[in-house]
């Protein structure tokens, strides 16, 4: 019988680590997904993590759950996504599980809601956290920020559906880089 891989369990137990911070749902895992992939093993780089964050927005289910089985694939192929995928989840089945039976015991406890009011501020901190990170690495021309401020007009303001955005923005990106890239030939040209 063949001894599990050292990177399988490598990679499940440091999702199990980030999963343990469920709280505030998948967008508050990002900076820690970051600092464990990008800074501490290496398995990505920035721009990669960032576009398993698009990719993993785009697909159906949890961002998180989608970028650590992406991570998961590129370190170890089919198993390396089971095993991280398996490791994001398993915090949050183990809590789910527990607070099934006792929910309706703290369900009115205002100790119970004061603390969830100061946990959604904490959750807040961390998901801007990981927008100012991200923005540092992804808007780099003037386009870049009219995108963003579209996208957040039409979502925010507007109540357009995400996927809509998600969809517009693709194309956008595509027309305004091939737009970007044909200037920078015809300035070569004029060279």
């Given at each position: ?6 990177s399988l369990i ?25 600092k464990e992939v ?107 920020y009219f995108l ?44």
């Amino acid at each position: 019988m063949k001894v599990i891989d050292r990177s399988l369990i490598q990679l499940y137990f440091t999702f199990l680590r980030i999963g343990l911070f469920t709280i505030g749902g998948g967008y508050a895992m990002l900076p820690l997904i970051q600092k464990e992939v990008v800074e501490r093993y290496g398995w990505a780089t920035d721009e990669e993590v960032i576009n398993y964050y698009a990719i993993g927005q785009s697909t159906p289910g949890i961002i998180a759950v989608n970028t650590a089985t992406f991570i998961g694939v590129k370190q170890g192929g089919f198993l390396g996504g089971v095993a991280a995928t398996l490791g994001m989840v398993t915090p949050s089945w183990i809590i789910i599980s527990l607070l099934a039976h006792f929910i309706d015991a703290f369900r009115e406890n205002p100790y119970v809601e004061k603390a969830f009011m100061g946990i959604r501020i904490m959750v807040l901190a961390l998901i801007l956290s990981a927008v100012i990170k991200m923005g540092q690495k992804v808007l780099k021309h003037i386009s870049d920020y009219f995108l963003m401020m579209l996208g957040l007009i039409l979502v925010a303001f507007l109540d357009i559906t995400p996927v809509y955005v998600i969809l517009m923005g693709a194309i956008l990106g595509v027309i305004i880089q091939s737009l970007g890239k044909r200037q920078e030939r015809e300035g070569k040209n004029l060279d």
